[in-house]
């Protein structure tokens, strides 16, 4: 790849080759590992990070993570406006990416 090129990559998009692969890993599992899912999962992933800034992604994603946990902390997790919001614009770059990959 051409310097010009990975300047390009990264304007485009601040997202880490290891978030996207462990996307694509996660997405496959749900989507029956074929290769037509290879190709469906890497666009959902690059729809997503030219929808939604990687920091915003980090948050919605420790959002459901923590969502899930009992108790207290995971109480205000699902119930902070701030972490709902994150999830939203996620949920909504994840719709779009749906529409267009699959």
Not at 51 to 75: H, I, K
Request: aromatic letters at 8%; glycine letters at 4%.
């Amino acid at each position: 790849m051409t310097t010009a090129a990975i300047a390009y990559a990264e304007e485009v998009s601040d997202y880490p080759t290891s978030a996207r692969a462990e996307y694509v890993f996660g997405c496959l599992k749900a989507n029956g590992e074929m290769r037509q899912a290879i190709e469906q999962c890497s666009c959902s992933i690059d729809v997503i990070a030219s929808l939604l800034p990687y920091d915003r992604y980090v948050t919605a994603e420790t959002v459901l993570s923590m969502s899930q946990v009992r108790g207290n902390l995971g109480g205000e997790f699902r119930s902070s406006e701030q972490a709902t919001n994150a999830l939203n614009d996620l949920r909504r770059a994840q719709a779009e990416a749906e529409v267009r990959c699959f």
